[in-house]
């Protein structure tokens, strides 16, 4: 039984406790992610494709990127080069200044 805060009996919450468990699936699912496209992410001219610049956008939400860092290293790395590219990074910045180019 759990009360109007979100709170059960034994006192843990239960929002938190979802959050956790979210929190973990998504960089799970980042990993598949990662293990299944990082050779898709540029076009055949070298250019970011679509695929390459929403992989690289939502990769900074969440930490997302520090944890595909961890556990991804070389499609972080990939990610990176998304965020560098001349025609990607000046449109990022302007967008979100605080993200850099990792």
Not at 11 to 32: D, E, I, N, P
Not at 83 to 98: C, K, L, M, S, T
Request: charged share 20%; with cysteine.
């Amino acid at each position: 039984m759990y009360t109007l805060d979100g709170t059960d009996k034994s006192g843990s919450c239960m929002k938190a406790r979802l959050a956790s468990g979210t929190r973990r699936y998504l960089h799970q699912a980042r990993v598949v992610f990662a293990d299944q496209f990082a050779g898709q992410l540029f076009a055949a001219s070298g250019q970011p494709n679509a695929l390459g610049i929403m992989a690289a956008a939502v990769s900074r939400w969440d930490e997302a990127r520090e944890a595909l860092s961890a556990v991804a290293p070389a499609f972080a790395k990939i990610l990176s080069q998304v965020d560098a590219d001349p025609i990607v990074a000046p449109v990022f910045a302007r967008h979100w200044p605080q993200w850099e180019v990792l």
